[in-house]
């Protein structure tokens, strides 16, 4: 691992990463709110996918970990669902970035779909789970703001030279 | 890295071990929390920018007024509270002290939408501590449940997973308060149904459970649905505080502070004495 290769453009990953985060916590009308995209998630499969040699299971598991002090759920949850997500990106990375744009779409949905699925169990098991069929309105949220996330993101990869 | 998740989740499920991490990443979290409760607090400041001068003279004034009407209900309150402390030591009862207050902002971010919780801008370096009352000028809001270092984060009343030991104010009748999750919404599980509560009436804090001081309104009853098929009637209030508005909080500083165990406890800790208040209530 060389080390001017390595800083390159870590401060990029970073700030996206940060940026996703306050996305996900500006304050909204409750109206909207449960519409917010998993912003955090898709910036993680994005990265996951473009880089698949930097950012992986660890840094996922990491960024869920601090979304969960944040939300104030019990420590572990997104980071296991976070650190699964990248698992599967990791493994996926070379299949997904051949599809077209619509076709990663339904894949993002899927992937998504699975993080709130194991959040579900998890705060079901701790007799918590929110009993609401909106809960898997990011999901598609998601999938819909992901074409978008990846032009930006690809964009900004491509103009800081991330690699 | 699951096996470590699972281990984490069930460590700070079951015991307060990693309180000490959480609050040391909530450092972490903090820049970027307040990062995004800026587009909020700038809107508010240009607001307060904008009033006009006469605006702000109008609302010195009434200020003012009711300044002067809560000095002279004190006046009265003052000389009451003297008068209960000599009846109480008449009646060699212990004393109640006045609670001591500070004064904490919210931080206008978003978690969980499915839970009612809220950041607050005061941590351990302010002396706040897991456990801790919260209130606003109406009523109590919540409590402490993670108490980060610089902020911390609050369960409100209306969390699902909160309950408030309360007393109907007009007779005394202790009950539990739930959270429903909704929003000011709250409900009574375990009163039967000739239970002696009426609409509209005033729940305050009974003290038991120790979590939170006496007094203090909490909701107002505005629904009540009697069915005689079911062995409890269906209670719901409104909470007093105003849980999605306030901008400033209070926090109660305990004379002793209570020997906190953990964060979820309390759901242990109140619906266990909500079960012998359920037998009180026959009483």
């Given at each position: 691992m060389s080390n001017r290769l390595d800083s390159h453009g870590g401060i990029v990953i970073w700030a996206s990463f940060a940026m996703a985060f306050i996305l996900s916590m500006i304050p909204m009308s409750e109206a909207i709110e449960i519409y917010r995209p998993q912003w955090v998630t898709l910036?993680?499969?994005?990265?996951?996918?473009?880089?698949?040699?930097?950012?992986?299971?660890?840094?996922?598991?990491?960024?869920?970990?601090?979304?969960?002090?944040?939300?104030?759920s019990i420590l572990g949850q997104h980071a296991l669902a976070l650190a699964t997500i990248a698992y599967l990106s990791y493994r996926l990375h070379i299949r997904i970035r051949l599809y077209p744009l619509v076709q990663q779409s339904l894949i993002?949905?899927?992937?998504?779909?699975?993080?709130?699925?194991?959040?579900?169990?998890?705060?079901?098991?701790?007799?918590?789970?929110?009993?609401?069929?909106?809960?898997?309105?990011?999901?598609?949220?998601s999938m819909l703001v992901w074409p978008w996330v990846f032009y930006l993101m690809r964009g900004i990869r491509r103009i800081y030279g991330v690699n | 890295m699951m096996v470590l998740s699972i281990i984490m989740m069930t460590a700070d499920h079951r015991s307060n071990m990693l309180n000490g991490v959480r609050s040391l990443f909530s450092l972490v979290i903090y820049p970027l929390q307040t990062i995004a409760s800026t587009p909020n607090n700038m809107g508010l400041w240009f607001n307060e920018q904008m009033?006009?001068?006469?605006?702000?003279?109008?609302?010195?004034?009434?200020?003012?007024?009711?300044?002067?009407?809560?000095k002279a209900q004190l006046q009265k309150?003052?000389?009451?509270?003297?008068?209960?402390?000599?009846?109480?030591?008449?009646?060699?009862?212990?004393?109640?002290?006045?609670?001591?207050?500070?004064?904490?902002?919210?931080i206008a971010v978003d978690l969980d939408p499915y839970k009612r919780q809220i950041v607050i801008n005061k941590g351990q370096l302010n002396g706040v501590y897991a456990g801790q009352p919260i209130l606003d000028s109406h009523g109590i809001m919540g409590q402490i449940i993670h108490p980060g270092i610089p902020s911390s984060t609050a369960i409100l009343i209306t969390d699902p997973s909160h309950a408030i030991p309360v007393q109907v104010n007009r007779n005394?009748?202790?009950?539990?308060?739930?959270?429903?999750?909704?929003?000011?919404?709250?409900?009574?599980?375990?009163?039967?149904?000739?239970?002696?509560?009426?609409?509209?009436?005033?729940?305050?804090?009974?003290?038991l459970g120790g979590r939170?001081?006496?007094?203090?309104?909490?909701?107002?009853?505005?629904?009540?649905?009697?069915?005689?098929?079911?062995?409890?009637?269906?209670?719901?209030?409104?909470?007093?505080?105003?849980?999605?508005?306030?901008?400033?909080?209070?926090?109660?500083?305990?004379?002793?502070?209570p020997e906190v165990e953990h964060g979820t406890t309390k759901q242990n800790a109140e619906p266990a004495n909500k079960k012998s208040e359920g037998l009180n209530n026959h009483e």
């Open positions: 910036i993680l499969i994005y990265w996951c996918l473009a880089l698949p040699h930097r950012v992986g299971i660890f840094t996922g598991w990491f960024i869920g970990f601090l979304l969960d002090i944040h939300m104030g993002i949905l899927l992937l998504v779909t699975l993080s709130q699925m194991m959040l579900l169990w998890i705060s079901g098991i701790i007799n918590q789970a929110p009993g609401d069929w909106s809960y898997w309105l990011p999901s598609l949220t | 009033n006009s001068h006469q605006s702000l003279i109008a609302e010195n004034e009434s200020h003012r007024t009711e300044n002067l009407l809560l309150f003052t000389s009451l509270q003297a008068e209960n402390i000599r009846l109480r030591s008449l009646l060699k009862s212990s004393r109640k002290l006045s609670d001591q207050m500070l004064i904490a902002e919210t005394g009748l202790r009950t539990v308060l739930y959270g429903t999750g909704a929003a000011n919404l709250l409900e009574v599980q375990n009163l039967p149904n000739n239970a002696d509560i009426e609409l509209g009436d005033l729940l305050i804090t009974s003290g939170f001081p006496e007094g203090y309104p909490v909701a107002i009853v505005m629904n009540i649905k009697r069915d005689p098929g079911q062995p409890f009637a269906q209670i719901i209030a409104e909470a007093s505080a105003h849980l999605e508005q306030s901008r400033e909080v209070l926090l109660v500083i305990a004379k002793v502070k």
